[in-house]
């Protein structure tokens, strides 16, 4: 793999995160962070996800300002947008450029 920075092979896999198994990858030369390659629909997929949950929570929540207010459904909501905010995150950042069998691939 390559940066699609620098062109530096220097790209190692990220260890995993309390919230991704698969968080990506680093160059080692500039410090540029990727996304897992083939991960980007299920970052699109969590992105809808998270907003749609984190958004019917704030709708709810709007709703019935004064009523029982769902307290305990807070960490979903902010779950929720945690996780959204993560992926969107991740869509922005670029896959690392695969390449011809030069190197060892993984
Ligand atoms: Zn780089």
Redesign the pocket.
């Known amino acids: 793999m390559e ?6 092979s ?2 190692v896999r990220l260890p995993p995160s309390q919230i991704s198994p698969h968080p990506g990858y680093r ?6 962070k990727m996304r897992e390659s083939g991960m980007l629909f299920v970052y699109i997929i969590v992105l809808v996800i998270g907003l749609a949950v984190g958004g019917l929570f704030v709708s709810m929540a709007i709703a019935r300002e004064n009523d029982n207010f769902p307290y305990r459904g807070l960490w979903l909501a902010g779950a929720g947008l945690v996780v959204a905010g993560y992926s969107a995150m991740q869509i922005a950042r670029p896959a690392p450029l695969s390449k011809p069998k030069l190197d060892k691939e993984e």
Request: aromatic share 0%; net charge negative; charged share 20%.
């Open positions: 940066c699609p920075k620098c062109e530096s220097q790209v160059c080692t030369d500039c410090g540029l």
